[in-house]
């Protein structure tokens, strides 16, 4: 029987260029987990061969994507560490001021209309930029345009993108780092909720491959497309580890812009959001404070949505710049330090899809407490100690034994620098070869 087309082309792959957009990573003028991740993938992704990797952004002058410019390109492989305009703008009023500020920024009309005005603006830039408009689909490639980043931000949505790519034959994927706006739509913006549903559902019904950063978030992903009529069974999904490398490690002290923090220090790493949880932390922190005045808990991460009373709890804490200290603003060398340097880092995380923070703070010899929510047990398998995110006697419990036990916490610093962590390189080769699997031939 001669061969079918079908034969032919399964015995000849074809050359795979994976376009990467990235026009939410570069308008964003500071680094969260998804940013990170896209950084750190796009800096590692081939460019040339098969698959080749190339980011982009979209042009409304060229109705599509284009290249990047050379400043775009420097943002995405050095981000401006700074913090976000309306964070900055309320930083200069008075406290009650500020908080009512914030509030009625971070309301979906206001976020809308802020969105409106910035795209004004990047639209009047386009009109300059035609000259980068990627050329036509080269019907001997296999062109894959595969969502790295948090794309339910970017200018078209992807129930209306992805079919109108794939009709012009270019197919599609996505980097799934959880589904939880669907999960638990108590924790996130209304707006966000809104956004998040149509890249789901675009990617669901369009799309060939879903690179998933845990085994939980797969399960969880599965589940959901069950649930809104797409047959599981058909999905294509890998399961690829994200990278822990902070950077080579060192034996500097302390970054001196940390000088005021004690020796004795607990760490959590993550944006101020519900799930993450923080108050588990300041409840261990105001239970075993009064008794060690030498022991302190860091918070590291942005202010997020729905956390007015977190904050405001924060910056009226009695101990505040003594026994707590809040930074919002931190880059990858002192954030490294921070962790090499802490007692114990804390992650009483209610869900995550994978737990990074859990792995960079391990690969630095850092013992880690977690919570048992979503993939965290994953994340840092039997290196770290786990207790339930609403079990809030047992986190003062675990954390006081690493506090007054020496020989509890050498244990935990033996298990932290006995774990090997994988890194942005093999998540970068792993993400490469689910791309070539899925796209080839």
Request: net charge negative; hydrophobic share 40%.
């Amino acid at each position: 029987m001669p061969p079918t087309d079908a034969d032919v082309a399964a015995s000849h792959p074809r050359s795979v260029e994976v376009i990467v957009e990235v026009t939410d990573t570069v308008s964003v003028p500071y680094t969260t987990g998804l940013q990170r991740v896209t950084r750190e993938l796009v800096a590692r992704l081939p460019r040339t061969g098969s698959p080749s990797f190339h980011p982009v952004r979209w042009s409304s002058a060229c109705g599509g994507y284009r290249e990047l410019t050379g400043d775009e390109a420097r943002v995405l492989a050095e981000p401006p560490e700074r913090l976000p305009t309306t964070t900055r703008f309320a930083s200069r009023l008075p406290h009650p001021v500020a908080s009512g500020v914030r509030r009625a920024l971070a309301t979906p009309v206001a976020r809308r209309t802020r969105a409106a005005v910035r795209r004004r603006a990047e639209d009047r830039a386009e009109r300059d930029r035609h000259h980068l408009c990627r050329p036509p689909t080269d019907p001997q490639t296999s062109t894959v345009l595969f969502d790295l980043e948090a794309a339910w931000n970017d200018p078209v949505p992807r129930t209306e993108l992805l079919p109108s790519l794939r009709a012009r034959g270019v197919r599609s994927g996505a980097l799934v780092a959880d589904v939880l706006p669907v999960l638990h739509p108590e924790w996130f913006d209304p707006q966000l909720l809104v956004d998040f549903d149509g890249f789901l559902d675009g990617h669901l019904r369009h799309s060939e491959l879903f690179v998933c950063i845990s085994e939980r978030t797969r399960q969880d992903l599965l589940e959901v497309a069950a649930e809104r009529g797409v047959d599981p069974g058909g999905l294509r999904t890998a399961v690829v580890p994200l990278g822990a490398d902070l950077g080579p490690p060192d034996d500097s002290p302390l970054d001196p812009r940390f000088a005021a923090v004690p020796d004795r220090y607990l760490l959590q790493v993550g944006t101020l959001e519900p799930r993450k949880n923080q108050e588990t932390s300041l409840a261990v922190l105001d239970a075993l404070a009064p008794d060690r005045p030498d022991v302190a808990l860091v918070l590291v991460g942005k202010r997020g949505w729905k956390v007015d009373d977190l904050v405001r709890r924060i910056e009226r804490h009695p101990s505040l710049g003594r026994q707590l200290f809040w930074f919002e603003e931190v880059d990858d060398t002192q954030l490294r330090s921070l962790y090499r340097h802490a007692t114990a880092c804390l992650t009483p995380a209610r869900y995550e899809g994978l737990g990074v923070p859990v792995m960079e703070a391990l690969h630095c010899g850092t013992p880690v407490v977690a919570s048992t929510g979503g993939a965290l047990p994953e994340a840092g398998g039997a290196a770290a100690d786990y207790v339930d995110p609403d079990d809030t006697e047992g986190w003062i419990r675990l954390v006081a034994e690493l506090l007054d036990d020496p020989s509890t916490l050498e244990q935990a610093r033996r298990r932290a620098r006995a774990w090997r962590a994988p890194t942005w390189d093999d998540a970068a080769d792993a993400v490469a070869g689910a791309i070539t699997e899925a796209f080839a031939s």
